[in-house]
Nanobody, 115 residues
């Protein structure tokens, strides 16, 4: 079973940057579609970005142009680079790994953007 561990969340000022990391255990990482989601207090979890095994990325409209995701299959790691952060980016950020056999979530990492 794949296990995901996120890190990199922090308190940052508006306009600042953070890089989140998600390390996956298991041998199927390179076959997984990796996703970043976030959930703000009182709101539903929403999709932020995805990256396919071949590196194709998609982004939510609210983060396009500010966030980028990439993966390092040799390190079983996916990253979310977040620039020009806004207060509305404050949320718990979750990593997700999905294949036909499983759909796994990490424990989340808190990102707080102060205005």
């Amino acid at each position: 079973q794949v296990r995901l561990v996120e890190s990199g969340g922090d308190l940052v000022q508006a306009g600042g940057s953070l890089r989140l990391s998600c390390v996956a255990s298991g041998s199927d990482f390179s076959f997984s579609v990796m996703g970043w989601y976030r959930q703000a207090p009182g709101k539903q979890r929403e999709l932020v970005a995805t990256i396919t095994p071949d590196g194709t990325t998609t982004y939510a409209g609210s983060v396009k142009g500010r966030f980028t995701t990439h993966r390092d299959n040799a390190k079983n790691t996916v990253y979310l680079q977040m620039n020009s952060l806004k207060s509305e980016d404050t949320a718990v950020y979750y990593c997700n790994a999905a294949t036909l056999r499983y759909n796994v979530w990490g424990q989340g990492t808190q990102v707080t953007v102060s205005s």
